[in-house]
């Protein structure tokens, strides 16, 4: 009998099934990686920090800014994109905060905002600031701004809210340029402020609607006669190119109560060619519009793009539970109800937003301003403005009921919350 030949080609069980488990082991965990990153939430407001950011450690009160906080007592984390929650906390009232600017040293405010000088006498309003239950915001440093923007373009594009935003934002960095290392070159629809210094630009282009319509340069202020054309952006983006950090923002504008008149193709179609569709309906196509032109235009590694939610307003008084009161006239505190929601902001609308800028191939950052704003029924210019040009006559103030501005706010104010908040990204650039 020969010497008996080994086997061929048969592996033991032992060594099969070990391999078997290995393979289904690692195919476990890449399918639970790849779901984590897959997973989303309705708002993507919070955006991944920048891989390249310093650490922030809790006790970096350089950042944080000292303030009247108690950072043995504090319990939150120092602000991080990635886990802070600013639509949830409190506005605490601080006189240790002194405006970093008022209406009457900034000289590129607009009457429209400029209360004081209009006459408003209390100034509680302007020491309130926004404490997030999770986080602690930086404190705005101006200088610091004006460094993470140096050799850049920012702009912030929209209505007469957001032009609030940028005043607010030159008017709490410019005084620490030395005069003659700035100007302010302004246009009808575009507006540019430059930090020479810096070689900086901080810029506003005027587009209510962010699409094409009949009221972007000859204001119409019949709202029937307004026509949307929800299918172009072209005119207006043409001046978004080459900008390296874009604020975007609209929302009032569509708020008018009755159906948007909405075109596709040319102007020339007139009454013939629009569609009268809700204003969520026509919002949709319009941010649509918008988001295409970013995906298709903006190149994420040199552009920044945000988008700032709507700003609320406080027509209603019943809604704050005051049912003798005029709008927001005569309010001096913010509302203490907490997640309080007023008539003033429309929740179908953010959800639209929501839904686009989730499907977007650009990331976009939600600064998300509504919420903190809702509370601010005292901040608003109210009867301290003008109207057509003209500073409201005492006449006019005495009729809160149909002359009271609750839609924007007074300079300083609110809006520099917002930019505190733009402030905090901008670290992480």
């Not at 102007?267 to 196509?285: C, H, I, R, T, W």
């Not at 319009?286 to 190149?299: E, I, Q």
């Not at 809604?319 to 709008?327: L, Q, T, V, Y």
């Amino acid at each position: 009998m020969g010497t008996p030949k080994p086997s061929r080609g048969k592996v033991p069980l032992s060594i099969i099934t070990f391999v078997f488990c290995s393979l289904a082991f690692l195919a476990l965990l890449y399918t639970l990686r790849i779901s984590s990153f897959s997973s989303s939430t309705i708002f993507r407001f919070k955006p991944c920090a920048n891989k390249n950011a310093p650490k922030k450690s809790f006790k970096d009160k350089k950042n944080v800014g000292a303030g009247a906080l108690n950072y043995a007592a504090d319990d939150r984390f120092v602000f991080d994109p990635e886990e802070c929650t600013l639509d949830r906390g409190k506005w605490v009232f601080n006189t240790s905060i002194k405006p970093l600017y008022s209406d009457r040293t900034c000289p590129y405010l607009d009457r429209q905002v400029s209360c004081v000088k209009n006459g408003r006498l209390d100034s509680d309003y302007r020491h309130w600031e926004w404490q997030p239950d999770d986080c602690i915001l930086p404190r705005f440093d101006p200088k610091t701004t004006l460094q993470k923007i140096e050799g850049k373009r920012l702009m912030f594009v929209g209505d007469s809210l957001q032009r609030g935003q940028w005043q607010s934002l030159v008017c709490l960095v410019e005084s620490v340029i030395p005069e003659g290392q700035k100007y302010m070159k302004r246009g009808r629809t575009h507006t540019i402020f430059k930090a020479k210094e810096y070689n900086a630009t901080i810029e506003f282009y005027w587009a209510p609607f962010l699409v094409e319509s009949n009221t972007d340069v000859h204001i119409i202020a019949d709202p029937k006669k307004r026509i949307l054309k929800v299918d172009s952006v072209d005119k207006h983006a043409k001046h978004w190119i080459g900008v390296d950090i874009l604020v975007f923002n609209t929302y009032v504008w569509w708020m008018s109560g009755l159906k948007i008149k909405s075109l596709w193709g040319s102007f020339a179609n007139g009454e013939e060619g629009y569609e009268e569709l809700d204003a969520p309906v026509s919002y949709k196509l319009g941010l649509k519009t918008w988001a295409n032109w970013v995906d298709s235009n903006v190149n994420p590694n040199k552009t920044k793009v945000f988008f700032t939610t709507m700003s609320p307003t406080h027509q209603r008084s019943a809604d704050w539970g005051n049912e003798k009161g005029i709008k927001c006239f005569n309010e001096t505190r913010p509302v203490k109800k907490k997640r309080h929601w007023g008539t003033g902001s429309d929740k179908r609308i953010m959800s639209v937003v929501a839904g686009v800028v989730s499907r977007m191939k650009v990331p976009v950052t939600l600064l998300n301003i509504t919420q903190l704003s809702e509370y601010r029924i005292d901040a608003h210019s109210s009867i301290y403005t003008e109207l057509g040009g003209k500073l409201l006559t005492e006449e006019e103030k005495e009729d809160p009921l149909h002359y009271a501005d609750c839609i924007h706010w007074c300079l300083p104010g609110v809006p520099d919350t917002w930019n505190t908040i733009l402030y905090a990204h901008l670290l992480f650039l």
